[in-house]
């Protein structure tokens, strides 16, 4: 095997890597919410109240808790998808795709900056 198909196998294992992120990330996101709304389902509490991020996890309610926990995992999959993809495109030294993924992070950052993390 020559250098250039093993760096082609390279770049395939971590594209199917980036793959893997976005199914696993949308496949916890949807256990979490799933179990979150068996546990309210179960407990005849179908009021809903919004969940402050600071206090995930400090209430009474382990199903809203865990269906809060499960839209910040499907909101983190995104910006995971483009870090992972930052890290394939470094590596294949394509430098344009970098600098849009570099640039679509620190967009990123500053939202969170503006809106209070």
Do not use: H, Y
């Amino acid at each position: 095997m020559d250098a250039d198909s093993r760096n082609q196998e390279k770049i395939r294992l971590a594209r199917r890597t980036v793959q893997l992120v976005l199914r696993l990330g949308l496949a916890l996101a949807v256990v979490l919410m799933m179990a979150g709304l068996a546990i309210r389902l179960a407990s005849g509490d179908l009021t809903a109240q919004g969940v402050p991020l600071f206090r995930l996890f400090g209430n009474q309610r382990p199903g809203e808790d865990l269906m809060a926990l499960g839209l910040l995992v499907l909101a983190a999959v995104p910006p995971l998808r483009v870090v992972s993809l930052l890290i394939l495109w470094c590596r294949e030294r394509d430098t344009r795709f970098v600098l849009v993924a570099i640039t679509v992070v620190a967009v990123l950052l500053l939202a969170v900056a503006a809106g209070g993390g």
